[in-house]
């Protein structure tokens, strides 16, 4: 299915954004250092029956970082409200994983208003899971990243079962577009520490839940993992059972159709209209 592309002006950086199919809006934010089509086949499936909305995150690939940085992540969730208000004038219901979970969770919070749903899948959060051996391997990565950033993000994937996990038949990860080490270099300058700087707290999410949705999910590979633990805190101070999802932590390229499947139960599940 084809993508029709777009531009939006953010604080002096261009973001760029696709969409795909109609219907009631759907955003996904990527994971690491995701563009808009490394979801295609996720986006694809969904658009059958919703406008679907993805992008490339401020400073990488075909979008400029504007000279704003630090980088921070309401700066990406404010982003991230920007390309909602240049597609749709509807409440979206958001998928994030990863990084594009905690952006989404920041959007929840800060914008309530642009979110009627937020399925946030292993959101990255020592605010809410402190684990101080795993905070001591950030540090090398951190450290890695100043010297060579293609091992930094091999060290930094085996700590979320990057490759480890099964992949769906036939799943792939869209075309690249951008340039690897340009988007890696940005990452780790920008996106990485952000990550770990952001304070975004329980209590916050817990407010904005009482008018958007908020689903904490996790991967059925992941269990155990950081990243899963902090879903699991999400969910129980949130109120609800953890949702499972299929594969791990990079579920949204890795089974894009058995996790569509899963997105459209819980959509209908929360009717079309969660407010």
């Not at 953010?10 to 690491?32: F, K, S």
């Not at 992008?55 to 404010?78: E, F, N, Q």
Request: net charge negative; charged share 25%.
């Amino acid at each position: 299915m084809g993508a029709l592309q777009g531009t939006i002006e953010a604080d002096g950086a261009r973001l760029y954004y696709e969409t795909r199919g109609e219907g009631p809006p759907v955003l996904i934010i990527q994971g690491g250092m995701g563009e808009a089509g490394a979801t295609e086949q996720l986006a694809d499936e969904l658009a059958r029956d919703n406008q679907v909305i993805s992008y490339d995150r401020r400073g990488l690939s075909r979008s400029t970082d504007g000279g704003a940085v630090p980088i921070t992540m309401a700066r990406h969730a404010d982003d991230a409200a920007l390309v909602l208000s240049a597609a749709t004038t509807q409440p979206a219901r958001v998928i994030g994983a990863s990084i594009g979970a905690l952006i989404g969770l920041h959007l929840a919070v800060r914008h309530t208003d642009r979110v009627s749903m937020l399925v946030a899948h292993e959101p990255p959060m020592a605010s809410l899971v402190l684990d101080h051996e795993r905070e001591a391997e950030l540090d090398k990565v951190a450290a890695a990243a100043t010297v060579d950033v293609r091992a930094a993000i091999g060290h930094m994937a085996s700590l979320t079962g990057g490759g480890q996990d099964s992949v769906q038949e036939g799943a792939r990860s869209g075309p690249l577009v951008g340039d690897i080490d340009e988007n890696l270099r940005w990452f780790f300058a920008q996106d990485f520490p952000a990550v770990r700087r952001s304070a975004l707290s329980a209590d916050e999410i817990v407010a904005a839940a009482n008018t958007t949705t908020v689903i904490a999910t996790g991967g059925v590979e992941s269990r155990g993992g950081w990243e899963y633990r902090c879903a699991q805190k999400l969910a129980r101070r949130l109120d609800h059972d953890l949702v499972e999802m299929p594969g791990g932590h990079n579920s949204l390229v890795s089974h894009p159709w058995a996790l569509a499947v899963e997105l459209k139960r819980l959509f209908m599940e929360t009717g079309p209209d969660e407010r």
